[in-house]
């Protein structure tokens, strides 16, 4: 069965550096996303993209975040510099249409030091 | 603000009975309702997704929608000790493409 996949599952970085996230959608979608859940607390949703742009994005998602495709098959998000208030779960996730459902990756575990 | 409101719980439930979830949302345009499972440390998980009034059953779920009372639920029968998960409503709303996700209610089936 199709899956987004995620890499890397956990990433540790030292505040202020920059990491780039991973992400592998679904093959035959055309719609990628980026959520955060902060532990303990509700999903969030990060940015949309679409067609090599961004659709929308939040407010979370300010001048410290970027998203690229930079190819045909993966999908990143990069954070330039990072705070200890980034430590959180990303999820990827990927759709065939806009209003269907997404399909999420496993994660990855950000930890800002 | 378009919000999605859950109960945190947890919700506890008997093995075999019937968990009942609810979540409302805040606006009336909303068109596609999700209910995803999140196990502890894990990524959500699709269970039920739902577009119109009325009842929708797969296997042991049944989702619920009331676009009237903008209300939303997920039914689990026969209860089992493996549904013990934090359940999210998830609600895309008018005017875009995002989910807007509940904080989730945690439920625990007790063996």
Redesign the interface.
């Known amino acids: 069965e199709p899956e987004v996949t995620q890499t890397p599952s956990h990433q540790v970085t030292q505040m202020g550096q920059e990491v780039i996230l991973r992400c592998v959608p679904i093959s035959n979608h055309l719609?990628f996303?980026w959520?955060r859940q902060i532990l303990g607390?509700?999903?969030?949703?990060l940015v949309?993209f679409y067609n090599n742009e961004i659709?929308?994005k939040?407010e979370i998602f300010d001048d410290q975040f970027s998203v690229e495709r930079p190819d045909g098959s993966n999908f990143t998000l990069k954070i330039r510099s990072t705070k200890l208030e980034d430590s959180a779960?990303y999820?990827c996730a990927s759709s065939a249409s806009?209003?269907d459902?997404?399909?999420?990756?496993?994660?990855t575990r950000l930890s800002v030091l | 603000q378009k919000e999605v409101e859950q109960n945190s719980g947890p919700l506890s439930v008997p093995e075999g009975a019937i968990a009942s979830l609810n979540c409302t949302y805040s606006d009336r345009g909303s068109?596609?309702f999700?209910w995803?499972r999140q196990y502890s440390?894990?990524?959500?998980?699709?269970i039920m997704?739902i577009y119109s009034n009325g009842d929708k059953e797969d296997g042991r779920f049944t989702a619920q929608l009331n676009k009237a009372s903008q209300y939303v639920s997920l039914l689990i029968r026969d209860s089992q000790p493996s549904d013990s998960a934090t359940y999210?409503c998830?609600v895309?709303t008018s005017g875009?493409?995002?989910?807007?996700?509940?904080?989730?209610t945690r439920l625990k089936v007790l063996a």
């Not at chain 2, 440390?41 to 699709?46: A, F, T, V």
């Not at chain 2, 875009?96 to 989730?104: E, L, S, V």
């Open positions: 719609y996303y959520y607390q509700k999903v969030e949703f949309s659709s929308e939040s779960m999820f806009p209003s459902i997404q399909y999420f990756g496993a994660g | 068109q596609s999700f995803y440390g894990k990524s959500p998980e699709l997704f999210l998830a895309i875009t493409y995002k989910y807007i996700f509940g904080t989730g």
